[in-house]
Structure formats: structure tokens, C-alpha cells
């Protein structure tokens, strides 16, 4: 054994070590969270009887989780944004301003929708994610108590640019088109409008 693993409770050695391989991480306050790999030690110890978890390395965990759901698909729940809300530490006040939403309760609205999505389609979701986003960059890489790698900060760079690319193309089409294209593939297709709003 190349480290000997001490139980955090007693500090005996004499403790069984285990290494879930999927851990579901409920209290991180999301649904369907789930730790892969070997994050995540659980020891029972010999000597005091007490099982404990310890998840490794878990402020930089919170932060990729907090980038998984920004950069992520679109479908924002109101337990995501109120994870994000707590990660950049601000309160339902302060996210509202920044959001442009003078009211608090729109935002404490959002958040007690849980599991739901906050959005019907990806296109309304826009506005609240390139805050989010920006938010991110400015309370999380750039914090002092950052925990994320450089690797981390080029996959962010690199999902904010994709967003970014998405959405100006998606603003520069909409801007500057008096007309609206609608089309029918064949006689017998159904009309559908000529690009996706959406991807
Ligand atoms: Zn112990």
C-alpha cells in the first residue's frame, strides 16, 4: 500500500478503504449528479467503528460541477440555478440585479421550480445563460479561491467562444433579416422555417 489511508475520525490506520467507482453526490443540492472514477473514499475504520466519506478534492469539484451546467446543453432546472447563485456567492437580490430583473422573487420563483426547466425552449434560455457565464468567469476563474486548471480554463474558453459564435450568428441573422424564410423540403413535407432558431 503506497499510502496509508488514517480514519478522519480517530486517526487509526487499522481502517477498510473503499473506492466507490459511481457515487451519486445528492447533497451537493443537484438531482443525477454522479462521481465517477476515484474521487471519492469511503473508510470504516476498525478502531472507533465510524464510517466516513470523504470526497477528494471537493472545492475544485464544485467549480466543474458549477461549469458543467453553465457550458452544458440547454434545459436549466431552478436547482441549477440556485447551485449557481450559491457557487458565486451572491444573493436572489443580487443575481436579480444582475440579470436585469429588478425583482427578487423572480429569480426565488425560478429557483423553487426544482427539477423543472426553467425555460420551454433553449432560445429563451440565451439572456439568463451569457450572464451566468459571464458571472462565472468573474466569480469563479477569477476569484482568488479559483481551483480549476488551466485545462479546465481552455475548456471553458473554448464553450464560451461556441456559445458566444452561436448566439451572435443567431442575433446577426435575426438582426438583419427583414424577411422570414419559410420552406417546404417537397411537395409533401411539412413547412418548416429554413434555419433552426435554435442549434
Ligand atoms: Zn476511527
Known sequence: MALKTR???CGSTNVRVENPRDYHYGHCGLTGVHLLGMGV???DCGACKEKTTTILQEAQLLQVLGMAIVTGKPG???EQLRYLRK???MTQGELADSLGKGRRETVAEWEAM???RLFKTPY???GLRAVLMSLFAARVLESEFCCLSSQHKAEYANAAGTFVERVSTLLAERGTSKSIEIRRQSRRADWSTA???TC
Open 124 to 126: 429563451e434560455e440565451i
Open 7 to 9: 480514519c478522519p475520525a
Open 114 to 116: 426544482g427539477r423543472k
Open 87 to 89: 457557487l458565486f456567492e
Open 41 to 43: 473514499v469511503i473508510t
Open 195 to 197: 434555419h433552426c432558431l
Open 76 to 78: 436549466m432546472t431552478g
